[in-house]
């Protein structure tokens, strides 16, 4: 099983950085945020509601023609914990250390072996995501993007079984090969 968010929480997350981005200043639009942030105007209607009906609710919208969503609290009192809790639930690497109440029970959790590491990768997870605020996070992502670096995904990484070359994706999408 892989630990991944899904792009309900990647987009949502998202949204909230604009908004902390823009803390202060007027309302923004879904369609200012859809095209500053590349994401699928639809979707992002969707997000928001849950954002704003989220208890307490994390975003507020304004009717009008200047209308849109702002926070509802300043960014430095909101946790990506927070965030991501409402828009994916409760952190769960495994059934058997899920936060809360379990609803779903695993029938090896009495004799289960693992659990203490799945449990401890909960709460590293946890601890995470309730350390960071958004101002924080909103504050690194600017930096991060003005820094313009680039980055190889290691799943496009791939080393040939008994060769001794690597495979890397180019710009061109052509896979370069290079001896290791």
Known sequence: MMLRVSTKGEYGVRIMVDLARHYGSRPRSLTDISQTETLPLAYLEQLVKLLREANP?????????????????DPAEITMGEVVRVLEGPIAPMICATEGEMTQVCNFLDACKTRYLWTKVRDAVAQT????????????????????????????????AGSQELCLPAKDGETKVRPL
């Open 57 to 73: 609710p994390l975003v507020m919208s304004t009717r009008g023609a200047h209308g849109g969503y702002k926070l509802s609290r």
């Open 129 to 160: 995501l309730d350390s960071m605020t958004l101002a924080e996070l909103a504050t690194v992502s600017q930096q991060e993007s003005s820094a313009a670096a680039q980055f190889i995904a290691l799943s496009d990484i791939h080393v040939g």
